[in-house]
């Protein structure tokens, strides 16, 4: 039987629109393209009080995200590079996860996860990508084969929100074609839509 699967993306920056959310956007655009069910947890989405484990999900940003991860048959993380790795918002919204502790599928487990991240250079957002691919291990996740390091100094983005290069663009559609792919393998893929 056909199913939809779910895709949450994740990242970007405090400022609606921020690089990192743009090539976000684009990884999504694809896996929904290929015909998943998406959603984007990004800007003020992403601003919630840092995580305490005394207090759990304390507010509405935090509960939307572990709704949306605890829902997701697959995922893509944005981070930009800040100061050298994942910026402290992107931490601290990964940290809440820790809150999916329990359960049959604790964290990401038996999710395939999208790793992106942007940096004015490339030691930032290589190191930046090779952090999430860290988090994703920790959280019990399936890092895909490509994770996607965007240097703004020689990559931007249109107005319109469409890359100006073609292998960034084309690196992110392979990569949300494996994150697609895995969830429509993986048996963490929980919702079960026939398609008509
Ligand atoms: C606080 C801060 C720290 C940053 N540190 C780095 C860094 O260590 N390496 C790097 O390549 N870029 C660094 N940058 C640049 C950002 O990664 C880059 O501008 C961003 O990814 C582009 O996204 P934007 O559209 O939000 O500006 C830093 C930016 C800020 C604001």
Same mark, same amino acid.
């Given at each position: 039987m056909a199913?939809?699967?779910? =895709? =949450?993306g994740i990242g970007g920056s405090a400022r609606p629109g921020s690089t990192a959310?743009?090539?976000?956007?684009i990884t999504l655009a694809e896996a929904e393209r290929l015909g998943a069910h998406v959603s984007l947890i990004s800007g003020a989405?992403?601003?919630m009080p840092l995580y305490d484990p005394r207090e759990g999900a304390n507010s509405p940003q935090a509960q939307r995200l572990l709704a949306e991860v605890a829902a997701a048959?697959?995922?893509v993380l944005a981070s930009p590079a800040y100061h050298g790795t994942v910026s402290g918002l992107v931490k601290n919204a990964l940290d809440h996860v820790e809150e999916l502790r329990g359960g049959d599928h604790p964290y990401f487990t038996g999710r395939a996860v999208g790793c992106l991240a942007v940096g004015m250079g490339w030691q930032g957002a290589v190191n930046t990508l090779t952090a999430l691919r860290g988090v994703v291990h920790a959280l019990r996740g399936w890092p895909t084969p490509l994770g996607v390091a965007v240097n703004t100094e020689s990559t931007g983005f249109g107005p319109d929100g469409t890359c100006t290069d073609d292998r960034v663009t084309a690196q992110l559609a392979a990569?949300?074609?494996? =994150? =697609?792919d895995f969830a429509h393998r993986s048996p963490a893929a929980r919702e079960l839509t026939p398609v008509t």
């Open positions: 199913r939809t699967v779910k =895709v =949450v959310e743009r090539a976000l956007r989405d992403l601003a048959d697959g995922l990569m949300a074609g494996q =994150v =697609v």
